[in-house]
């Protein structure tokens, strides 16, 4: 009987973060938000011509007939596979660079001049860049993905390790912490872990914006069908797009948003 209560109470431990992030009180606030901001988009198609402010319901109609032809599937696909490994690269190779130099003064020193000089480059202007060295394709538009979350976690990863209490470093060598590494692995990680966790949820944010300049040069995807609606004059299909990126980063914020209180369910 003990052990089917213990099981119930962690099963119900689980499930908070789910329960939390669909409070009854929060949806129904967020509903009568996106009700209201249906009703003004309604409000202000009446007062334009449909090739200027579209209904939502031109725009509903047009979204089921893009998913019907499968159009709307490929493009989505299409953006998954350079988001996917840009985000992952750029994440990966950011949060690594500022937990290095955040630790170490010698690399922080050496290397700040550079970092100096490329941060203010924004992802865009490399983009012939990225045509010379991986061509017109996804992996163009995962290297310009990956510049944009790289400098997002770097600098989160930075400001969290640096922001860690030399308390927490005197603690761990009196208990017999020495090495380098070992402090890093022991005390830096953890306790520079929130900022890092709230670095890559921005950057994962920034990646889904990116997905369109970053199909500028011809990549394909949503971003590829935004330009082609939009140099077309088809507003409709802009919006239907607008709203499949819009709803990506949703389920994605989402997910990390659970994923990010379980880890951190200890603060």
Do not use: K
């Not at 163009?140 to 969290?160: K, L, R, V």
């Not at 990680?189 to 900022?195: I, Q, W």
């Amino acid at each position: 009987m003990a052990t089917d209560v213990s099981n119930e109470l962690e099963r119900t431990d689980n499930l908070g973060p789910i329960v939390e992030a669909i409070d009854p009180r929060r949806l129904l606030l967020g509903l009568l938000g996106l009700a209201g901001f249906v009703g003004l988009w309604w409000f202000g198609s009446t007062l334009q011509p449909a090739y200027i402010l579209p209904s939502p319901l031109a725009v509903a109609v047009t979204v089921q007939s893009e998913i019907a032809s499968g159009t709307m599937q490929t493009a989505l696909l299409d953006s998954v596979v350079h988001w996917l490994p840009g985000t992952v690269v750029g994440t990966t190779l950011g949060v690594a660079a500022g937990v290095a130099l955040g630790w170490s003064r010698v690399l922080d020193e050496a290397l700040t001049p550079v970092v100096r000089v490329l941060r203010p480059v924004p992802p865009l202007a490399l983009i012939g860049f990225a045509i010379a060295w991986f061509g017109i394709g996804h992996a163009g538009a995962a290297f310009i993905i990956a510049i944009g979350a790289f400098w997002i976690n770097f600098y989160a990863a930075y400001g969290g390790v640096e922001g860690v209490s030399d308390d927490l470093l005197d603690v761990a060598r009196s208990l017999g912490v020495e090495r380098q590494i070992g402090l890093v692995r022991a005390v830096v990680l953890p306790a520079s872990l929130p900022e890092i966790m709230t670095g890559v949820r921005t950057g994962i944010g920034r990646c889904w914006m990116l997905v369109v300049a970053a199909e500028i040069f011809g990549a394909p995807g949503i971003g590829r069908q935004i330009f082609r609606s939009a140099n077309s004059l088809q507003v409709d299909r802009v919006i239907a797009y607008i709203l499949v990126l819009s709803v990506m980063f949703l389920l994605v914020d989402t997910a990390f948003r659970l994923l990010q209180r379980r880890v951190l369910s200890w603060r």
